[in-house]
């Protein structure tokens, strides 16, 4: 016989069989399936409002090249601005190799009216000075060869009444006005034109280039040319013009014109004579007829006085 443990330990197994066979036998439920979406997390990461760059662009701590801009580097300027007075000829003698130009400018008076216009009035000039080496390719005595006038016009040729910067030769109207004068054909006409970077200078003698900047501030620019500007109207004028031939005069016009008014006064006089003898022609032919007459009618009064003298007696 088992004892009472053995049969206690017994229907706990049986029981625990018992109750595996039944859960066992029972048909698994199919899981329901939720039909709301889920929720996402309260602290996701939120999404970029932009869709990311494209991997050409580059990241945004590479530095952006340097912009160049559109405009040339302006000149060097050979001669810094100047305080206190302006004086071209000491800008010019800074800059070395225009000693002839300066000779010039102070031989014909044009040094001392610049300085002068520059440090007494809002006036501006702008000034192309030849190079020394520019006087030197000229033909031998062309400069000793001219008048004082002719030296004073050919240094005004090389200078505007007004301040030319270098962004604004492209603007002028040609002829350009110099303080020569006149610009029409064969006077002083002088031609600017611009090519990129580069100004063109034209005289109708004379092509040359603008060279580099030798001073510049808001009432003088002086820029280098390498050939001096020759006008037309000194080194090749223009031939005058013949004057037109006289009419041809008349018979008595050419004898008046000719003696002058001596000969008109003469001529006068000798009319005057004619008229005068003309008259005392006629007086003297009239004094002769009234004498005649006086002869035949005296002794007829004579003969009547004594015939009625006659008869009464």
């Not at 580059?58 to 000149?75: D, E, G, R, W």
Request: glycine residues 6%.
């Amino acid at each position: 016989m088992m004892t009472k443990p053995g049969v206690f330990s017994l229907q706990i197994l049986l029981l625990f069989l018992f109750h595996v066979i039944n859960t066992l036998a029972q048909p698994t439920a199919a899981p329901v399936q939720s039909t709301a979406a889920p929720t996402p997390p309260a602290n996701a990461p939120a999404k970029p409002a932009t869709a990311p760059s494209s991997p050409a662009t580059p990241p945004a701590s590479l530095a952006k090249p340097p912009i160049q801009s559109a405009k040339a580097p302006a000149q060097s300027v050979q001669v810094p601005v100047q305080k206190g007075s302006m004086d071209v000829t000491k800008i010019l003698a800074k800059a070395h190799g225009y000693t002839v130009f300066i000779r010039l400018l102070k031989s014909t008076g044009l040094a001392a009216q610049l300085y002068g216009q520059l440090n007494n009035s809002n006036n501006g000039f702008t000034i192309f000075a030849p190079t020394d080496s520019a006087f030197s390719n000229l033909k031998p005595g062309t400069i000793n060869s001219l008048s004082d006038l002719q030296k004073t016009q050919l240094i005004q040729f090389h200078i505007l009444n007004s301040v030319i910067g270098l962004s604004n030769f492209q603007t002028l109207s040609n002829p350009v006005p110099t303080e020569a004068g006149d610009t029409s054909a064969g006077e002083f006409p002088l031609n600017v034109t611009t090519a990129g970077n580069q100004v063109n200078i034209s005289t109708g003698l004379v092509n040359t280039t603008m060279g580099g900047t030798i001073y510049l501030d808001n009432h003088l620019a002086i820029y280098r040319v390498d050939s001096v500007l020759l006008p037309l109207d000194i080194f090749s004028p223009k031939p005058k013009k013949a004057a037109a031939p006289k009419p041809a005069l008349t018979e008595s016009n050419t004898t008046t014109a000719a003696d002058g008014p001596s000969a008109a006064a003469a001529a006068g006089a000798t009319d005057s004579a004619s008229t005068t003898d003309t008259d005392a022609a006629k007086v003297n032919v009239s004094g002769a007829v009234s004498l005649s007459t006086n002869k035949i009618l005296l002794p007829i009064g004579i003969a009547l006085v004594a015939f009625f003298v006659a008869k009464r007696t």
